[in-house]
């Protein structure tokens, strides 16, 4: 399946570390870069709010913002990765009010799925939602990540017969599984997303080659190995948390 081949290259040299500062960050210059002149805050069309304004890119991330900020982020995430959670629920926050808010900055986020069918699930019941659902979704999945990690290790303990025959199926439908499992599909439908509609995009084929590419190109033509990790305007930065994106951001002229 297409789907495999894509991902397994990627998830045997994937981490959820926090980063690996030894994987080339500082290549594309993005820590030792010069200060960029401060940027001015620019006004979104009236009666809009730049935060209120998101749509899917031609990478096939989900962009928050300005699309023609001066200053574009990126992140590569994963869903069940806990460095990740710690950013979408102490980092995004402060990065919406005082980055995004202004016009200065957008925000894409793209799936990197180094926690395997787990991941693929999340992303696929994600973006099965609105576009404009999309991030208001993440946070709450961000927010129960460590609710799902438990879960694992209570299945782990209790019943691993189960993890062993997921992980043994076709990544599809391992998905699946897991989003029953781990109760991903009551947490959509506690959210509004009809359960009939859930199942239907855990098994999209086009979507789910769609994710692999995402993970594809993250791996090989932008150098992601580990969880978050961030790009300003293209250039890969050797952070994994808010306190060491914001003053990089700020050098970038969001300031």
């Not at 499992?181 to 999209?204: S, T």
Request: proline share 7%.
């Amino acid at each position: 399946m297409r789907f495999a081949l894509a991902l397994l290259p990627i998830l045997a040299l994937a981490a959820c570390n926090g980063g690996d500062k030894s994987a080339g960050g500082t290549a594309n210059g993005s820590a030792a870069a010069p200060s960029s002149a401060p940027v001015a805050a620019i006004a979104p069309p009236a009666g809009k709010q730049w935060t209120d304004m998101v749509e899917k890119t031609k990478d096939n991330g989900f962009r928050q913002g300005n699309p023609n900020a001066p200053i574009k982020l990126v992140e590569y995430g994963s869903r069940m990765c806990p460095y990740c959670a710690q950013f979408g629920t102490t980092g995004v926050g402060p990065l919406r009010e005082k980055y995004i808010a202004t016009g200065k900055v957008s925000y894409e986020y793209r799936d990197f799925l180094i926690h395997g069918a787990p991941d693929l699930a999340l992303a696929l019941l994600n973006q099965c939602v609105p576009a404009d659902a999309f991030f208001p979704t993440l946070d709450q999945i961000y927010a129960g990540t460590d609710s799902f990690n438990q879960k694992i290790l209570g299945i782990e303990q209790t019943n691993p017969q189960i993890l062993q025959q997921l992980q043994q199926m076709p990544p599809p439908q391992a998905a699946a599984g897991f989003a029953q499992a781990l109760g991903f599909v009551d947490f959509m439908k506690q959210r509004g997303l009809p359960e009939a509609q859930a199942k239907a995009c855990l098994a999209d084929q086009k979507q789910i080659e769609t994710i692999a590419k995402v993970n594809a190109d993250g791996a090989n033509v932008y150098g992601v190995n580990s969880t978050p990790s961030f790009f300003i305007n293209g250039q890969k930065a050797d952070v994994n948390d808010w306190a060491g994106l914001e003053p990089l951001l700020q050098k970038a002229g969001a300031r």
